[in-house]
């Protein structure tokens, strides 16, 4: 399968983004999806992760109660929707895929490339 993240920009802190997951190639509801970020400096961190339906999912704790993992298979697309966002959110934004019915956190086999979330103060 093949990803393509879209939908980073500029933003002021405390504003909102949703980021879109492009799927292609291979029956998209085959895989869990997942989203990971890595800025800074910093080593690369899982964020959320959304099971093969969309009935599951998990949020790193830094997280919590202000991003949104969701999907539309029929779309072939899933979304992190960003609410309340910090100056320490910036980062290069990945998703990502592994083909699952049960598992729906790391590892991932499939990657696509960033795009980038920056939140000014």
């Known amino acids: 399968v093949q990803l393509q993240a879209y939908g980073g920009g500029l933003v002021q802190a405390g504003g909102s983004l949703r980021l879109s997951c492009a799927a292609s190639g291979r029956t998209f509801s085959n895989y869990a999806v997942g989203w990971f970020r890595q800025g800074g400096g910093k080593e690369r961190e899982f964020v959320a992760g959304?099971?093969?339906?969309?009935?599951?999912?998990s949020y790193a704790d830094s997280v919590k109660g202000r991003f949104t993992i969701s999907r539309d298979n029929a779309k072939n697309t899933a979304y992190l929707q960003m609410n309340s966002l910090k100056s320490e959110d910036t980062a290069a934004y990945y998703c990502?895929?592994?083909?699952?019915?049960?598992?729906?956190?790391?590892?991932?086999?499939?990657w696509g490339q960033g795009t980038q979330v920056t939140v000014s103060s």
């Open positions: 990502a895929a592994r083909e699952s019915y049960s598992d729906y956190g790391p590892p991932y086999d499939y």
């Open positions: 959304i099971s093969w339906r969309g009935g599951r999912t």
